[in-house]
């Protein structure tokens, strides 16, 4: 069995992510010790406040969080163009813009498809193993066909 080394069981590695000001070089994870975590919910919810309190996280109702555990529509806000907003070096979220376009089966089918497309052009090949995917209601006709077929 796998035991965490001591360094991983006190500190929390926390990527820079992809939101990085355009200046700054992309760093790869910061760490800050464990204990000095401190983390912001938008709306209580049991299982996550008692797993970072179990952590001995610290709750904060300030902009100095470490973690963020927001809705899908707060994230769009902050993360609007007309905004600006990023985050720093020691910040993450539990969902990311335009998550949607991984997270439902058919847009992230549609994603895989036009990447496909552009290695194809640049001569290269990927593997496609994609399912095949039905938006419903609008696909039902086909949904239907393929499943009536032997």
Not at 23 to 37: D, L, N, R
Not at 97 to 122: A, C, F, G, W
Request: net charge positive; hydrophobic share 35%.
């Amino acid at each position: 069995m796998h035991k965490p080394s001591s360094f991983t069981k006190h500190f929390l590695p926390l990527p820079s992510l992809f939101l990085n000001p355009p200046h700054s070089p992309t760093t790869f994870p910061t760490t800050i010790p464990m204990s000095k975590i401190k983390w912001k919910i938008e709306y209580d919810k049991n299982v996550i406040c008692q797993s970072f309190d179990r952590k001995g996280w610290q709750r904060t109702e300030e902009n100095d969080w470490n973690i963020f555990w927001a809705s899908v529509v707060t994230v769009k806000q902050i993360f609007n163009p007309d905004f600006g907003y990023r985050l720093g070096d020691n910040q993450v979220i539990c969902h990311f813009p335009n998550h949607h376009e991984l997270t439902r089966k058919d847009l992230m089918v549609k994603n895989i498809k036009r990447y496909s497309k552009e290695m194809q052009k640049e001569g290269k090949q990927i593997q496609e193993t994609l399912p095949v995917t039905y938006l419903l209601p609008a696909d039902y006709s086909l949904f239907v066909e393929e499943v009536s077929e032997p």
